[in-house]
């Protein structure tokens, strides 16, 4: 694995709000318009691939990546998760884990496509409201891996 690169946006900044660090990986909630409960698994050293971690490491990672998804739906009952490890923009591994509900502006498309709906903004701010407890149930789940 390499070290941090000082070009990479994932290795120089948190990346949104931090959630939870631990010694390999961190939990940031993405500061994503229209989609509050969007959280990015951050790992910490700059691998590009998911096949260039070692089989325990894969596993630690979808082992915090299947906790932030069981937080969520225990916390926030969302319709659906989406899971995404694309990397295209930022060639950092990290997992996209984001909580979708039937009237956000995008659903049942993905959140990079376009949007169509207008936005909820009433249930965007009731969600919005849930996110604090939603972020601290994530950290004291993740504490094993700290």
């Not at 496509?113 to 409201?129: C, E, I, T, V, W």
């Amino acid at each position: 694995m390499s070290g941090a690169q000082a070009d990479c946006v994932l290795c120089r900044e948190a990346g949104g709000l931090p959630v939870w660090q631990g010694a390999q990986l961190r939990v940031i909630r993405a500061q994503e318009d229209g989609f509050p409960a969007f959280y990015r698994v951050i790992w910490t050293a700059h691998v590009a691939e998911f096949s260039d971690l070692s089989q325990a490491d894969r596993l630690t990672c979808m082992a915090v990546v299947a906790e932030v998804e069981r937080v969520l739906r225990a916390q926030l009952q969302p319709t659906k998760i989406n899971l995404a490890a694309l990397g295209n923009m930022v060639p950092h591994l990290h997992w996209h884990v984001i909580a979708r509900y039937e009237w956000d502006s995008h659903f049942p498309a993905p959140v990079w496509a376009s949007p169509l709906r207008a936005r909820a903004l009433d249930r965007q701010a009731q969600l919005l409201q849930e996110l604090a407890a939603c972020d601290a149930a994530i950290a004291q789940a993740l504490a094993p891996w700290a």
